[in-house]
T-cell receptor, first 115, second 117 residues
Framework: GQQVMQIPQYQHVQEGEDFTTYCNSS?????IQWYKQRPGGHPVFLIQ?????EVKKQKRLTFQFGEAKKNSSLHITATQTTDVGTYFC???????????????FGQGTILTVHP | NAGVTQTPKFQVLKTGQSMTLQCAQD?????MSWYRQDPGMGLRLIHY???????DQGEVPNGYNVSRSTTEDFPLRLLSAAPSQTSVYFC????????????????FGNGTRLTVT
């Protein structure tokens, strides 16, 4: 079945270091979304990538969508303690583009930032 | 707007008990869904709905029932709780996608932490 794999599962960094999480799909994705979940909180939408090779930036966060639309990455430059949390990628569940609110999530990367 | 509201926040059940997790949204979103979150497994879709009166199964539907009598409410029922259903449950809603390739973002509730002993 359709799967979205995400690595690494954990990442511990010193404040100021960079961080990257990678997402790979077994099938071509029409789009990919990224979410952040703070400890004890709920997932919060960060961004969606739609186009092949797309790169989007949000301040220190850079999101990329692969040329084949089967992989994606999130890179954080110079991490801060406010970046702590779990980062998830998610793609549409099922064939076709529109997900109707159904997403398949990667396992998530838990980021810890040491001050 | 309150967004997506889930109740209760915490619940402890004994094996075999039944209960309903409540979810309500005030954003007039067509789509609503239930996910469970387990360590190392991300979020997995249990059931979803594309509108009032329409529901369908997700990836892990066994042991759960849903109904959608109104646009606002989407309760999740555990028929006979089992320890394997110990998890954090999130309800989410989203609006109709403006195009085939774009999917509107999910808005999540604060979650229900369920323990089954």
């Amino acid at each position: 079945g359709q799967q979205v794999m995400q690595i690494p599962q954990y990442q511990h960094v010193q404040e100021g270091e960079d961080f990257t999480t990678y997402c790979n799909s077994s099938t071509t994705l029409s789009n990919i979304q990224w979410y952040k979940q703070r400890p004890g909180g709920h997932p919060v939408f960060l961004i969606q990538l739609v186009k092949s090779g797309e790169v989007k930036k949000q301040k220190r966060l850079t999101f990329q969508f692969g040329e084949a639309k089967k992989n994606s990455s999130l890179h954080i430059t110079a991490t801060q303690t406010t970046d702590v949390g779990t980062y998830f990628c998610a793609g549409p569940l099922g064939a076709g583009g529109t997900s109707y609110g159904k997403l398949t999530f990667g396992q998530g990367t838990i980021l810890t930032v040491h001050p | 707007n309150a967004g997506v509201t889930q109740t209760p926040k915490f619940q402890v059940l004994k094996t075999g008990q039944s209960m309903t997790l409540q979810c309500a949204q005030d954003m007039n979103h067509e789509y609503m869904s239930w996910y469970r979150q387990d360590p190392g497994m991300g979020l997995r879709l249990i059931h979803y709905s594309v509108g009032a009166g329409i529901t369908d199964q997700g990836e892990v539907p066994n042991g759960y029932n849903v109904s959608r009598s109104t646009t606002e409410d989407f309760p999740l029922r555990l028929l006979s709780a089992a320890p394997s259903q110990t998890s954090v449950y999130f309800c989410a809603s989203s609006y109709d996608s403006p195009s085939v390739s774009y999917n509107s973002p999910l808005h999540f509730g604060n979650g229900t932490r369920l323990t089954v002993t």
